[in-house]
Every structure is written in structure tokens, then in C-alpha cells.
């Protein structure tokens, strides 16, 4: 198979990684997947996984908005992206790939607490992204969340526009913010619903029309324009009254592993440990999710899968078979409660092995450790896309700077310790979280 364009075209310089930029690593090349909505059909996984086995080292990974990523690959970067493109996992062309980059719920259309189903208009804003050349002129990065008032939703994740779904006056409407997430920050204004493509494309074409070449995000916009500057030029009515205005986005407080609910039969969600598949596990999860469910896998922020519409008879046997294909169940396993990124094994950027000192870290938490503990490799903090609210920051092999998040203070938040052994860092970790988060 011949694919349209060579994968060394890119629509304009990027670090990131995309399906047809391949972009290297310490272990090899990096590939990756950008889904519509999370969405991953059972065959789409099986192409995923042999993929990774025939043209990569076999690593897979789920990113934090909700991907999937490919590691290690050879010098076939051709055969492998004409292979997921012909598994139907990417646009023809290379200029409408960076831009897909909207999240969804994983229950997307399937939560009991939605207020709307989001996929129509979530499909007609990616179809306006791929097929809309100026809108390829978007960072690889710039990101954008649309959100039903599902109770399985990521409110933390920082986005460049995000909507939300609201009830006033017993119809339904969409708020939304520039830089920042429904679930920190109260909304600008709010659009009805079925101007929501209209709204998405007008906040594209202002953020066009005033970024200066190194504004890449909205946030670096709003540095040097004002939020109300922004919307005075957006050319689309926007209501901005005290119940717009005053509104805040509820706490979705719903666990992403084990049983979920959905409007009809039952969902599943399983984390493979530090983000990182296998083939089998993928290849497994695929088959579970023909045989039991509707034959897709949703990919959520949290690094995780969701198996959506689930006999609920069917459902020990199921979490059984994930079990034993050495997926996380459960929310309390100590593994599903840390994030690591890549770490000196595939960066070189990184100071510590965090992958390995994350499977070393997790038998020293207790219950009453913090809920989430990230271990970056650098200052970057690759694997995490909001703060968590313990961090260890690796100083050099085996040992970290603790912090703890502070909305007070930027970027990982409060010094707590430095130095530390694993050991150390996994006794201070012990405490209580309000110990550490203050």
C-alpha cells in the first residue's frame, strides 16, 4: 500500500509526536495514535498490537488524553504508519493529524449523569479540524475538551478551550473557558448548544488572528490580550448573564477502574500499569470486547481503558480475564495510584529510571498515601498534564525532591523533602494527604 504522502512531511516544526511524524527517542521512535474521542474499535486494536510487534519493540502506551503512543520503532516508519492507516487510525494527510486533539468523557454517550451526548458535535469540530487548512497552522498542542456533565470526566487536564455542558432554564447550554478546565475555573460565557461548532470555530480564527508566531497556546495569548478583548472579537452571540457567569462544574468523584455504570449494561475500566500495553494485553482487552461488550475500548486521561457496554452477568468473568492479563482492576492497587513518565530508559532528558523506581515505590504506599503520585524524570513532567498532588522530581538515579501541589505556588507546588531514597520518599508518603497537599 502507498500512502499519499511521505511521513517525513510535517505541516510545520514539532517535537511532538503524531502518527505521521515519528519523532526519536533514546529507545527507538515514538509514534503517536491520536483517537477521535478516545475511540478504539476491537480490530483497531488488533492492528495496533501487531504493529507494535512487527515494526517497534512491542511497548505500547495510553497517554493522558486519552491516545495511544507506539515506542521503540526500527527504520520501517513507512510500513508502520501505512499499517494504522490502513487500519483506519489516521487522516490521509499528514497537515490534518496534529490538530484532532479534543477529549471526551470515555462514556461519552453512555454516562447516566450526561447532560447531552457529546459525540455528533464532537465529530462535526474533529471533521472542521481536519478538513479546515488554516486550522493546521494549530500547535501539535494546542488542545481542546468538550463535556457532557458526565460523572466519569477529567476536569483537571488544563485545556486551550473547553466547553461544558449546563442546564439554564431547563435547556442546555455550553459554557466555556480559554486556558484552563471546567473543573478549576468558572466559564467566560456560554453558547447554546447547537452553536457549539459555530462558537469552536470562531475562538480558532480569533486565537489566528492575534497569536504572534511564538504565542502557540491561548494561554500565551491572554498574556498580551485580555479574555474580554478576545471575546469582543469573536463575531458570535455568547451569553454572559450571573447564571452563566456564576456556574461552576459539579466534582465527577467517579472512580475510573473496576465496574462503572452506563446508561445501559455495565463498563469496565482497566489501567495497565504505568500506562504501559502489551500486545497481549491489547489483543486481549479486544477480544473481551467483542465477545462481551460493543466491540470498543475507549481510551480515558487517566492512562486507562474503559470496555463499554458489559453484560453485567458477564462482569466477574471479565475482570478476571483483565486481571489476569495483568491489568489494574482497582483503584486502591498501589500501581494505580502512580504516574511515571518514560524516565532515563527511553529519554535521554531524564535523571532517574522513574518506570522502575514507580514498580520499586509502590509496596511502600500505604492507603493513606496521596491519592496520586507522579514521578517525573525532568522538569518537564511528560506523563502528567495537571499537578498531582505529590510529585517526586528525580535528581539522579534512585533519588527524588518531593512536593507537594499548592495552588499558592507554581508548577509542582511546595518543597517537602530532597534527596530522597525511594525508601525515604515512600516513608513521607505514608502521611495523610492533607499532610502534604495543604
Not at 493522558?64 to 515506542?71: E, Y
Not at 490521509?92 to 457529546?118: H, I, Q
Not at 497481549?280 to 467483542?290: E, I, Q, S, V
Not at 530532597?418 to 525508601?423: F, G, H, N, Q
Amino acid at each position: 500500500m502507498n500512502s499519499p504522502q511521505t511521513p517525513d512531511v510535517s505541516p510545520r516544526p514539532s517535537a511532538c509526536p503524531g502518527l505521521w511524524r515519528i519523532v526519536a527517542a533514546r529507545d527507538g521512535g515514538i509514534c503517536r495514535i491520536k483517537l477521535p474521542g478516545g475511540l478504539l474499535l476491537a480490530d483497531q486494536a488488533d492492528a495496533v498490537a501487531e504493529a507494535a510487534e512487527r515494526h517497534a519493540c512491542g511497548v505500547i502506551e495510553a497517554t493522558n488524553r486519552g491516545n495511544l503512543q507506539i515506542r521503540g520503532i526500527g527504520d520501517q516508519h513507512q510500513a508502520l504508519i501505512d499499517h494504522l492507516l490502513a487500519a483506519g487510525l489516521g487522516p490521509r494527510e499528514a497537515a490534518g493529524d496534529d490538530v484532532r486533539n479534543l477529549m471526551l468523557s470515555p462514556l461519552a454517550g453512555l454516562d447516566p449523569a450526561m447532560l447531552m451526548d457529546t459525540r455528533p458535535l464532537a465529530g462535526q469540530i474533529l471533521e472542521m479540524l481536519e478538513s479546515t487548512p488554516r486550522f493546521h497552522q494549530l500547535s501539535a498542542k494546542f488542545a481542546l475538551q468538550l463535556d457532557g456533565g458526565e460523572g466519569l470526566s477529567m476536569l483537571h487536564h488544563p485545556h486551550d478551550l473547553w466547553l461544558s455542558a449546563v442546564v439554564l432554564e431547563q435547556q442546555t447550554w455550553l459554557a466555556f473557558g480559554l486556558a484552563g478546565c471546567p473543573g478549576a475555573d468558572r466559564p467566560l460565557a456560554a453558547v447554546p448548544v447547537a452553536q457549539g461548532l459555530a462558537l469552536t470555530r470562531a475562538v480558532l480564527e480569533r486565537f489566528l488572528d492575534l497569536a504572534s508566531t511564538e504565542q502557540s497556546r491561548m494561554r500565551q495569548l491572554l498574556e498580551t490580550c485580555t479574555a474580554e478583548d478576545f471575546l469582543d472579537g469573536l463575531g458570535v452571540p455568547i451569553r454572559r448573564d450571573p447564571a452563566v457567569l456564576g456556574w461552576r462544574r459539579a466534582s465527577a468523584g467517579t472512580t475510573w477502574l473496576g465496574r462503572l455504570a452506563q446508561q445501559q449494561g455495565m463498563a469496565l475500566g482497566v489501567a495497565p500499569p504505568l500506562g504501559r500495553l502489551t500486545p497481549a494485553m491489547l489483543r486481549g482487552m479486544a477480544r473481551l470486547a467483542r465477545e462481551l461488550g460493543d466491540g470498543q475500548l475507549r481510551l480515558s486521561p487517566w492512562q486507562s481503558l474503559v470496555l463499554s457496554s458489559i453484560d453485567p452477568a458477564q462482569a466477574d468473568a471479565a475482570l478476571t480475564e483483565l486481571e489476569a492479563l495483568g491489568l489494574l482492576c482497582q483503584a486502591a492497587a498501589p500501581l494505580a495510584r502512580i504516574t511515571a513518565c518514560t524516565g532515563s530508559s527511553g529519554c535521554a532528558k531524564a535523571q532517574a529510571d522513574t518506570k522502575a523506581d514507580a514498580v520499586t515505590l509502590a509496596p511502600l504506599l500505604s492507603p493513606g498515601a496521596a491519592a496520586s503520585v507522579h514521578l517525573s524524570g525532568c522538569l518537564r513532567s511528560c506523563a502528567m498534564a495537571h499537578v498531582a498532588p505529590a510529585t517526586l522530581l528525580a535528581r539522579s538515579p534512585g533519588r527524588y525532591d518531593l512536593y507537594a501541589r499548592d495552588a499558592r505556588l507554581p508548577g509542582f507546588g511546595a518543597l517537602r523533602a530532597s534527596d530522597l531514597t525511594l525508601k525515604e520518599a515512600g516513608a513521607m508518603l505514608d502521611l495523610p494527604t492533607e499532610h502534604l497537599d495543604d
